[in-house]
């Protein structure tokens, strides 16, 4: 910007420019329990808006309940969770955070898409019900609006043409990608994925992940936890490997798969050996 300009700009703007973005993310010393097992060990992490992050490790090590947290199915025992720059379910007040009404739930949970490794989708609603399900009567959309909406983001998960079909007609693979339309139809800012497809055969997943891979590419903010190597390594922003229920080591994918620096890291890729070439390790 040429020099010049500073003296015309109005200090308010000027201001904005040193503010750094803020996370889309952010996680500060999260702890979560289960009666005496402790499986959240003070988590840090930032995902920025746009990013992707990949989240790999052992089963049990704490991946799925670390999402659950971020859009609090869970309730954490102590630290912060924000949510594009809002705490996750709670609000501060002096040194103490209080959980908010279920009502202010709802609407930051409205901002938070999250998909599992099973579909969930209600069997007694057709493929286009299951998708305006939650914008018509969590949000209030008019229904024809929600009913175009919900029509472009099937073309988008190539499921046009089943509109009218029930879940149970449909495979595993195409469930899923309902499943990400009703999680999208929601117009969330972050996507949650917990192990989208360890339940599925690999011809299968690779439908859905070529789907995720879309997002991604348009720019939705997303958590993956995967076992899917390949996809952590082309469309990760960021993996970190988790065990134990702490973040043991985390980089850029390529760095991190090929070359881990951590031995329990290097113990976890190796029994998938060569990893990096794209194999998959089963769900937990
Ligand atoms: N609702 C629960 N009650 C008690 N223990 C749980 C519950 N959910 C998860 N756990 C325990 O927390 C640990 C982490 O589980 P989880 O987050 O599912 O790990 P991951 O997704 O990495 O396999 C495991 O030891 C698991 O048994
Ligand atoms: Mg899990």
Redesign the pocket.
Known sequence: MAAAAWGFMPVRNVARLFVPAMPMVRAEDVH?R??R?E??KGLHLEVAAGEVLC?I????????????CINHL?RIDGGRLYVDGELMGYREGGDCIYEIRQRDLCRQRAGVGMVFERSNLFPHLTVLENVIEAPVHVKHEPKAAAIEHARALLKRVGLLDRLDAYPGRLSGGQQQRVAIARALAMRPKLMLF??PTSALDPEVAGEVLSVMRGLAHEGMTMIV?THEMAFVRDVGDEVVF?DG?VIVESGNPRDVLLHPQHERTKAFLQVGASLADGSRSGP?
């Open positions: 979560k289960y009666g097992l499986v959240l989240i490790g052992t089963c049990g090590s704490g991946k799925s309940t670390l999402l659950r869970e917990d192990e936890a988790m229920g937990c």
